[in-house]
């Protein structure tokens, strides 16, 4: 099969050549609360993968006091402008996230996590788009899900039956009995269950040709490892392919965060330009006076020549035309 690391890079210059001819390059709005490693790493990658491409990006950093109110501020605000629009999580435990993901417009929700999101959640979708990239036939096929949650495991179940395939969905209440058999009989295995190389070889039957691990966890040596035992797999078993942990389904995350990006752009989720978040601001005195006296200049001359000089006030404008 064709790794995931070569299939991301296909669709990233796939994505480059179409930005390329787009008037209006798309913009994403990052927004991150308090100051977490894991978080910073994350948006490390995904400022790199933006820039790869040709988007356009803007980081917020909030302290890890902000007030929900403000955060909500602040989504509001970057939706006059921003084509997507991310939260990375986790949020501090005095904001309640719900209403953050709620507070994104579900044409800017690239992330896909609103229950009514315009798009659908990026780890799921971007594993069926693989899939499909391979020529991967789910229909008839006997696929089996581990993991429940409302961002990969609920929404790729419904991906996978919505292609003919017949699911199993299994859970930490499934009796483990149960779990190995039904694994065993799988023609496809799914995990997304956050246990370091919790299924071997002994998990897997002879009708199992794919195993897509989800999993982002630590050995006890404190190296990245998924929720397979890709080594085990690989000498003990013929004929399966498992995706790599790191390399393998975060790499189609990202690209498919892109994928949306572009297309939130393309539809012209975004009409309104710098002149509307100007107005925005001003009914707020607060953020106002953290703009400098000659922010409208600036952003009258980013909007029109596309190379305003505003990149280090709160106005968002670079978004709009500074490359």
């Known amino acids: 099969m064709i790794s995931c690391k070569e299939y991301a890079q296909v669709m990233k210059e796939t994505l480059r050549k179409r930005i390329e001819t787009m008037d209006k390059k798309p913009a994403l709005s990052i927004i991150q609360v308090g100051d977490d490693q894991a978080s910073d790493a994350y948006i490390r990658g995904k400022i790199k993968d933006c820039e790869e491409v040709g988007i356009r990006y803007i980081v917020q950093k909030l302290s890890e006091n902000v007030s929900e109110e403000n955060l909500l501020y602040n989504i509001e605000l970057a939706s006059c402008v921003a084509d997507g ?26 992330d896909g996590f609103r229950r009514d999101s315009l798009f659908e959640c990026c780890t799921p979708k971007g594993i069926i788009d693989w899939l499909d990239f391979n020529e ?94 890709r080594d085990s797999i690989e000498k003990l078993k013929d004929g399966i392919y498992v995706t790599p942990v790191p390399g ?16 939130a752009c393309e539809n012209g989720y975004t009409e309104n330009t710098v002149k509307d978040a100007i107005s925005f601001l001003k009914k707020k005195d607060y953020f106002v006076r953290k703009i400098p006296n000659n922010l409208c200049e600036n952003a009258k001359e980013c909007l029109e020549t596309g190379h305003g000089e505003c990149d280090y006030c709160s106005c968002f404008a670079c978004l709009v035309g500074n490359e």
């Open 136 to 229: 991967y036939e789910l229909c008839g096929k006997n696929a089996v899900v581990l993991g429940r949650s409302e961002i990969v495991g609920k929404p790729l179940v419904n991906m996978l039956i919505d292609r003919g395939a017949t699911v199993t969905c299994c859970n930490s209440h499934t009796d483990l009995f149960l779990e190995s058999e039904l694994s065993n009989k799988a023609d496809i295995v799914i995990s997304a269950i956050g246990k370091a190389k919790f299924l071997d070889w002994m998990d897997f039957g002879t009708d199992c040709d794919v195993i897509v691990d989800v999993g982002i966890n630590r050995d006890e040596n404190g190296k990245l490892c998924g929720d397979v035992d």
């Open 248 to 263: 393998g389904v975060g790499l189609l995350t990202r690209v498919t965060l892109l994928k949306n990006i572009v297309e």
């Open 85 to 110: 629009i991310i939260v990375q999580l986790p949020l501090p435990r005095h904001i309640n996230v719900t209403h953050v993901k709620n507070a994104i417009p579900k044409e800017k929700d690239v």
